[in-house]
């Protein structure tokens, strides 16, 4: 679309009209010499200049219109505006929190296929599929076992995400579950975070047996930050030793938050828990649209001065032309004998 960055300047575009109506020119009488055969020599001097005079106003009249537009033109800043370009803004930081211990290799859990794989396997498939609605957050993975580690920042390259996920193996941040740990670095990443909405998915299927920070009072840190946190427990309830599943201890610290526990002993019920959480954690995406503006006044300027040459080109040819014209005129006399107007060779 094209526009003009300033069209009051083009008000002036009268201008010079209005400067010619108050300030007339200046009468200037002509220098005449009356002589009997005027009107011969004037034929043959100018060979009907009169009408070439007329045309040359016109022309000249014309053209400093025409240059005195674009000029004005080229001031008011001609624009071409270009398609819109969108950009979503991402209104949520999402930070998973998945347990690698060593309890997290036991094969209870069946996968699409129908084939018995490893808990870590399910909670990648399914969370593979949860990242893939995600469009418009920005998410980030911690993994943890003795200690928490951050594994992808946070970011919007979802596809990142579930990269660096598939790539998590059992046992790689140790042998034993460090879940408050694991709270309390989410909290110090959030600290960066500008995001309206904040939160934390805990993914377990052991107690706490490492951390140095208790789960929920890392929960209240993150309850005081504003942090929802959604804690599922994966694996069989009835598991007994260190590697017993703590319920009442994620449920506080989903409560402490304004989150909820979630239980899953099979794939299928990880997936629903999963989809639960799509529907409470809807997100909104916030678009920004911009314009890009491209200026176009060079190309004014460019036809204001290419329309000048011209012109002046064109008057300097006519200027050549009359000048041999009146090279030929100064060889005319006057004939004593006859009284007619003769040209010397």
Not at 177 to 203: Q, R, Y
Not at 214 to 228: E, S
Not at 244 to 256: I, S, T, Y
Request: hydrophobic content about 45%; overall charge neutral.
């Amino acid at each position: 679309m094209f526009v003009f960055a300033y069209p009051w300047l083009l008000l002036t575009l009268p201008l010079p009209w209005l400067l010619r109506w108050i300030l007339p020119a200046r009468p200037n009488a002509p220098i005449a010499v009356r002589v009997p055969f005027g009107e011969r020599l004037d034929a043959l001097l100018n060979r009907g200049a009169v009408g070439e005079t007329s045309r040359l106003w016109s022309r000249s009249f014309f053209v400093s219109l025409l240059v005195w537009g674009l000029l004005v033109s080229a001031l008011a800043r001609p624009q071409w505006i270009e398609p819109p370009i969108t950009k979503e803004i991402p209104t949520r930081d999402l930070l998973l929190l998945v347990d690698l211990s060593g309890s997290m290799d036991q094969r209870d859990f069946v996968n699409a296929q129908g084939e018995a794989v490893d808990r870590l396997t399910a909670v990648q498939e399914v969370l593979g599929a949860f990242l893939r609605r995600r469009k418009g957050d920005r998410v980030g993975l911690v993994v943890f076992g003795d200690a928490p580690y951050l594994q992808a920042p946070f970011s919007t390259d979802l596809n990142l995400s579930q990269r660096l996920l598939d790539e998590c193996q059992v046992g790689m941040a140790g042998p034993r579950t460090a879940l408050g740990d694991a709270i309390g670095l989410g909290v110090n990443l959030f600290d960066n975070s500008n995001a309206p909405a904040k939160t934390m998915i805990a993914l377990t299927d052991g107690n706490d047996t490492k951390s140095r920070v208790p789960p929920v009072d890392a929960a209240r840190v993150a309850a005081q930050r504003d942090i929802k946190v959604y804690t599922v427990a994966i694996g069989d309830s009835q598991t007994v030793g260190e590697a017993k599943l703590d319920e009442q201890v994620l449920r506080d610290v989903a409560n402490a938050t304004g989150g909820t526990y979630y239980f899953a002993a099979d794939r299928e019920s990880l997936d629903g828990i999963y989809e639960e959480l799509d529907r409470l954690e809807s997100h909104e995406v916030e678009t920004v649209s911009h314009r890009p503006r491209r200026d176009c006044f060079a190309a004014f300027l460019i036809a204001a001065l290419s329309v000048s040459m011209l012109e002046k080109l064109w008057v300097s040819l006519k200027d050549r032309r009359s000048r041999a014209t009146i090279q030929t005129a100064s060889r005319v006399h006057v004939n004593p004998n006859t009284g007619k107007l003769e040209v010397l060779s």
